[in-house]
């Protein structure tokens, strides 16, 4: 098992995302939770190219100070939305032998949807502790809508398994198999 953040990066990690407080304080009960049971936690970068302003080096690029990544952790960068787009996090996950990742970050809409459909079909379980992703107000959905339509309608059953942060929790404490 393993907690995968995706893109807390410090130019979209803000009050214009949906439910931001609460995003916060419930990703940073999954990472907790996760470094207390001797669950890896990943982090993963999302670079837009020099000239961006998103791009390493950037200080929009850096992982948000509230969810950083602590000694030891690793940290990998892609360069489109889902995180199997960077060969070597897909080789690093190929050598583990639990298949289980619980996906926490940025944006439900890109890259948080892209990383749980190409994990969904490599194989993977995954978990979606509720209310650990977010995105921003789009031209067709403001972003509450956005947020239910992936968390409410389209992963769950499908593509994931959308649990509280405590169904979560139990689960890395091994108390509580989700059925997946």
């Known amino acids: ?22 995003f916060m304080v419930r ?8 470094r207390q049971s001797n669950v890896e936690v990943i982090y993963v970068q999302h670079d837009d190219g020099p000239g961006s ?14 969810l950083r ?11 489109y939305n889902s995180c199997f787009s960077n060969k070597k996090f897909e080789r690093y996950l190929e050598d583990c032998e639990e298949n289980t990742l619980i996906l926490v970050g940025l944006q439900t809409d890109f890259c948080m949807d ?7 079909d490599r194989g993977y379980r995954i978990i ?19 947020y239910r339509y992936y968390n409410e309608y389209l992963w769950p ?13 139990n689960l890395m404490l091994g ?5 997946i």
């Open 69 to 79: 990544p602590m000694d030891g952790e690793k940290v990998f960068i892609k360069e």
């Open 114 to 120: 892209a990383t749980i459909k190409s994990a969904f």
């Open 27 to 34: 990703s940073r009960r999954i990472l907790l939770a996760a």
């Open 175 to 179: 108390q509580r198999k989700v059925a």
């Open 128 to 146: 979606v502790p509720k209310g650990c992703n977010s995105t921003f107000d789009n031209d067709y959905m403001d972003r509450a809508t956005t």
């Open 53 to 66: 302003g998103f791009s390493k080096g950037d200080e929009d690029f850096q992982i948000a100070e509230q």
């Open 1 to 22: 098992m393993k907690v995968i953040v995706v893109d807390v990066q410090k130019g979209i990690t803000d009050e214009r995302l949906y439910n931001y407080e609460g």
């Open 157 to 169: 059953d499908r593509f994931a398994q959308c649990v509280s942060v405590e169904e979560t929790i």
